[in-house]
């Protein structure tokens, strides 16, 4: 099992920081994925890291504005929002996926990952 946490209400512009941390495994051999979901939509993906943080992927919508990045030291992964818009609102989850090989458009594919957390609320509004 995850559990994310940062999910906050902010601004529009504004900036949040979202962390993910196993509850009694470690994460270096999982690639990690953040996903969202809005009232009404599916589950899409967000951005994706890999094991060694070598590869990264992100949605276009949120390309320049997001950053992914894993401390496994520290056993946590994290999603840097900036410049949060509207439309970014929504349940955010994070997952694992026991692979060192995830790559491209399938990093972002819900059913790649078999370990879920429970979601943290991110709402942007004025």
């Known amino acids: 099992r995850l559990v994310e946490s940062g999910g906050d209400l902010v601004q529009p512009g504004g900036s949040l920081r979202l962390s993910c941390a196993p509850s009694g495994f470690p994460l270096d051999y999982f690639a990690i994925g953040w996903f969202r979901q809005a009232p009404g939509k599916g589950r899409e993906g967000v951005s994706c890291?890999?094991?060694?943080?070598?590869?990264?992927n992100y949605l276009d919508s949120v390309t320049g504005r997001f950053t992914i990045s894993r401390d496994n030291t520290e056993n946590t992964a994290y999603l840097q929002m900036d410049r949060l818009r509207p439309e970014d609102t929504a349940v955010y989850f994070c997952?694992?996926?026991?692979?060192?090989?995830?790559?491209?458009?399938?990093?972002?594919?819900?059913?790649?990952?078999?370990?879920w957390g429970q979601g943290t609320q991110v709402t942007v509004s004025s």
């Open positions: 997952a694992a996926a026991p692979t060192t090989g995830l790559r491209g458009p399938a990093c972002l594919e819900p059913g790649r990952y078999d370990y």
């Open positions: 890291i890999s094991s060694s943080s070598d590869y990264t």
